[in-house]
């Protein structure tokens, strides 16, 4: 039975992860983590913030805009069937996405849909954000364990969202994700993936940064969070060196999440509390940790009570289905593949 494979519980505990995530660091988004100790203590529950009772409140959704968008993504690669470009995700947006929920970056990026400006150059026309990065573990997950093609697919798919910045960093976001699909991968197989794939040219943007090419960022960000012992102890040494302009700023999001991710050494609920408890852009960091310990760990190894939750939200079945949908989808890429090295081969042979 398909939901019984591991490959389904890496598709869905990529995508369960994310989901829940997003919904832990909701509360704490644009906080410093130390008004998030004094005020909050530590942020554990996922639907604490949403439950009106006990057996949580059904108007909420499976999660905020990430999970929204991630859900697009998704249903544009099962509609397709296959392999899918920036012009096809323009198609999927404007067909399912409601502009009044998202931020204003990517209500732009619908308008100028709207009006025909092509896909491939509606990002030159955003301010630089995190919109690209937050939403492209389905990238991943098609390409599961080829980082490479993961990477080249997720850079043009979030051309439509940002210019440069927020183009490289999903890629080199969802080749991790690709490659914490390959059995036998781990946290440092992850991570040397992304330093792999990431671009060393210097960033060109509208101010200096210290750090100024994202090669550098995430092995400073990575040596960072390897320094602790725990999640919650790397946050000041984060904050020090990973700030940038603001929360939402791409480069900034990326070095505090894969930060996390090394400091919580690969366990789920780590890594997502400990993505929710830093603040800044929260609700992205934690679903970032989510999505890569998902895929790394599989749906098990999120917690029976978090998982409980996802299940009361709106829209779960839906949910659920595109899960089930998304593996059918790599699982017919594998025999393509197969089918093409077979024919490779016989080309080959004398």
């Not at 043009?156 to 991790?176: E, H, K, N, T």
Request: aromatic share 8%.
């Amino acid at each position: 039975m398909l939901e019984s494979t591991m490959l389904f519980k890496k598709v869905f505990g990529c995508l369960a992860g994310g989901s829940i995530g997003d919904n832990l660091g909701r509360p704490a988004e644009g906080w410093h983590y130390r008004d998030i100790d004094e005020k909050k203590g530590r942020l554990e529950d996922p639907w604490e913030s949403s439950d009106k009772t006990k057996g949580g409140d059904p108007n909420f959704d499976v999660g905020t805009d990430d999970t929204a968008l991630t859900q697009i993504l998704c249903h544009t690669y099962i509609r397709k069937g296959g392999p899918v470009t920036v012009e096809d995700y323009a198609e999927r947006w404007l067909a399912e996405m409601n502009p009044n929920k998202f931020f204003f970056c990517m209500k732009n990026t619908y308008e100028l849909l709207k009006k025909g400006i092509p896909a491939r150059a509606t990002g030159v026309f955003n301010i630089v954000t995190g919109s690209g990065l937050m939403a492209i573990s389905p990238a991943g997950i098609y390409n599961a364990c080829d980082p490479d093609r993961a990477y080249t697919d997720a850079l043009d798919i979030a051309s439509m969202f940002q210019r440069d910045l927020d183009m490289y960093i999903p890629g080199v976001i969802a080749a991790a994700i690709a490659e914490a699909f390959r059995p036998g991968s781990t946290v440092d197989s992850i991570l040397d993936t992304a330093i792999r794939v990431a671009p060393d040219k210097p960033i060109v943007t509208f101010d200096k940064r210290p750090i100024n090419n994202l090669k550098e960022t995430l092995i400073k960000a990575v040596e960072i969070g390897g320094k602790y012992k725990d999640v919650f102890s790397a946050r000041e040494g984060l904050y020090a060196d990973m700030l940038q302009w603001e929360a939402i700023d791409p480069q900034e999001v990326f070095a505090l999440a894969f930060g996390i991710f090394k400091a919580s050494g690969g366990d789920t609920k780590t890594a997502i509390i400990g993505g929710a408890n830093i603040g800044r852009d929260a609700d992205t960091i934690s679903s970032l940790n989510g999505q890569l310990c998902g895929a790394l760990n599989g749906l098990d190894s999120i917690p029976k009570e978090w998982m409980e939750g996802l299940q009361k939200r709106r829209g779960f079945q839906d949910f659920r289905e595109t899960a089930i949908k998304m593996t059918e989808l790599v699982l017919k890429k594998s025999g393509l593949l197969k089918s093409q090295s077979k024919s490779l081969e016989e080309l080959a042979s004398v």
